[in-house]
C-alpha cells in the first residue's frame, strides 16, 4: 500500500563529483609517490582502500545516482563505512553544496546539526550563546524567549549559563548546542554523528527527544552515525550507502543486517592485508601483516577460532605479541585479547594464533590486529590493520532451553556463578 503521507525530500539521479588537486595526501614523499604512479598510469598507492574505483582521472565521485523519497514523520537513518558518501548526502540537502547532476525536491525548513555548536563564541555565555545560535539556526528573539527555560533545562548547565562558555567542558559545550539545535521548531532535521557525544544519559534524553519530535510534531529526521544501537532506537526507516552508491533502503533492523554482512563478507574476502593502505600515525612499520587467513570461519561457542598471520619484518623482535580487538556486526567493541609472545626473526614470519571463543555469544564477529612489541613496561605499535579477520560464532548451548538473545543479554556470555547450600552453623 503506498505511503499517503506528504513528501518532504526527494532526490532523483543525484550525484556529486569533485576535481582533485595533484597533492594533497599530506607528506611530499606520498605525494610525489601518487604523482609517479600517476605519470606510469599505475594506480595510485596512497588511495583508501575501496575508492579506486570512484576515481577517474582527476575527478571523484562521490555520489552517483542517488534516488531517495522520506516523508513526513520519518525516521531515517543513513550508515555505511568512512567515505561512503553520507555527509556528502547531507550537504546537498542541506544546500551546502550543489548535486554535479540529477534533481532535489525539498518542502519545508531545514534544522542541520551537522556540526554541533557552530556559531557559539567563546567569549560570551552560555544565555547569550543560545541566542546567537538560535538566530544562525534561524529561531527569532520571541521564539527563543518561549524557550529559553526549556533549552536550559535540556541543556543541564543551568548553575553555569551566565557563564562563559569557553570555562565549559566539552559535554557541556555539547549539551547546551544541542538543546538549542533540538528545540528549534523546523519541518526537517539532520544530524550528523551529533548523538555520539556526551554522557549515556544525555544521548538516552536526546533520543527520546528526537522520538517525540517526529511522533508529536511530524517532524522528518535524517541520522547518520557509525553507532548501530543509537540508529536501532532512533531510525524507522535506513540506507546503506556503499562507494557513493545507495545499495539498500528498507527496515533498520535489515539495513543493518544487510551492513553488517557486507562488512564481514569484506574482511573475510580481503585478507591480503600488504594492500591496505596504513592510516595510523602510531605505527613504525617496522613490522607489517602481509596476509591473514582463517581456516574456519565458523567456530562453536567452545570451540577455537584458529588462523594465521604472515609478518614481515625490517629486524628481529624478541617478544612480539598480536592483540586482537573484536566488535560485534553493529560495529560496536565487545572486547579485546593477546596472544602470547613471540619472536620474529627478520624477513617473512608465518604464525598460527589460536583464540578460544566460549566468552561469546552466537553471532558474527571481525576483529583489527595490532602488531605490539613489549620491552619491560614500553608498548611499540608495529602495525594496525583494521576489520580484517571475520568470524562466526554458532550457537550450541542453550540458556534455561532458549538460545542466546544477546541483543537483551550482551555479546559476552559470563562464566556461571557457582551456588551451594549454606551449612547450618
Not at 534533481?103 to 556559531?119: A, F, N, R
Request: proline share 1%; aromatic share 8%; net charge negative.
Amino acid at each position: 500500500m503506498e505511503d499517503s503521507r506528504k513528501v518532504m525530500i526527494r532526490l532523483n539521479g543525484i550525484g556529486k563529483v569533485y576535481r582533485l588537486g595533484q597533492i594533497g595526501n599530506g607528506t611530499l614523499q606520498s605525494d610525489l609517490q601518487s604523482w609517479w604512479a600517476k605519470v606510469r598510469g599505475r594506480e595510485d598507492p596512497n588511495a583508501m582502500i575501496g575508492q579506486v574505483r570512484r576515481l577517474e582521472g582527476d575527478r571523484f565521485i562521490a555520489l552517483e545516482n542517488i534516488d531517495l523519497t522520506v516523508r513526513k514523520g520519518e525516521r531515517l537513518g543513513i550508515i555505511g563505512g568512512n567515505g561512503a558518501g553520507k555527509s556528502t548526502l547531507l550537504k546537498i540537502i542541506t544546500r551546502i553544496t550543489a548535486p554535479t547532476t540529477g534533481h532535489m525536491d525539498l518542502y519545508g525548513k531545514v534544522t542541520s546539526m551537522l556540526e554541533v555548536g557552530t556559531g557559539f563564541h567563546s567569549e560570551m555565555t552560555g544565555r547569550e550563546n543560545v541566542y546567537l545560535n538560535g538566530s544562525i539556526l534561524g529561531m527569532t528573539k520571541k521564539q527563543t524567549d518561549e524557550m529559553l527555560d526549556e533549552i536550559i533545562e535540556f541543556s543541564e548547565v543551568r548553575d553555569f549559563i551566565d557563564t562563559p562558555v569557553k570555562r565549559y567542558s566539552s559535554g557541556m559545550y555539547v549539551k547546551l548546542a544541542f538543546a538549542v539545535a533540538a528545540h528549534l521548531k523546523s519541518d526537517i532535521v539532520i544530524m550528523d554523528e551529533v548523538l555520539a557525544v556526551g554522557d549515556l544519559a544525555f544521548q538516552s534524553k536526546c533520543i527520546r527527544k528526537m522520538l517525540d519530535a517526529s511522533r508529536d510534531e511530524d517532524r522528518t529526521i535524517l541520522y547518520v552515525s557509525h553507532n548501530m544501537e543509537t540508529v536501532r532506537r532512533l531510525c524507522s526507516r535506513c540506507i546503506v550507502l556503499d562507494e557513493g552508491r545507495l545499495v539498500y533502503d528498507g527496515e533498520t533492523e535489515e539495513a543493518i543486517r544487510y551492513y553488517s554482512e557486507y562488512l564481514m563478507k569484506q574482511a573475510m574476502e580481503e585478507r591480503d592485508a600488504s594492500t591496505y593502505v596504513r592510516r595510523d600515525r602510531n605505527i613504525t612499520g617496522l613490522c607489517r601483516i602481509e596476509d591473514v587467513y582463517a581456516h574456519e570461519t565458523d567456530v562453536p561457542q567452545d570451540g577455537t577460532l584458529s588462523f594465521d598471520v604472515s609478518v614481515q619484518c625490517a629486524c628481529s623482535v624478541e617478544r612480539m605479541i598480536l592483540r586482537l580487538v573484536v566488535s560485534n556486526d553493529a560495529g560496536m567493541i565487545v572486547g579485546m585479547t593477546f596472544s602470547e609472545s613471540i619472536r620474529c626473526e627478520e624477513g617473512r614470519n608465518d604464525l598460527r594464533f589460536r583464540f578460544p571463543v566460549h566468552p561469546l555469544a552466537a553471532g558474527r564477529y571481525v576483529c583489527d590486529l595490532v602488531l605490539c612489541e613489549f620491552e619491560e613496561d614500553r608498548q611499540t605499535r608495529h602495525d594496525f590493520v583494521s576489520k580484517i579477520l571475520a568470524f562466526t560464532v554458532t550457537e550450541n548451548r542453550t540458556y534455561f532451553g532458549n538460545a542466546w538473545k544477546f541483543r537483551s543479554w550482551g555479546n559476552v556470555k559470563l562464566e556461571e556463578v557457582s551456588a551451594e547450600r549454606k551449612a547450618h552453623e
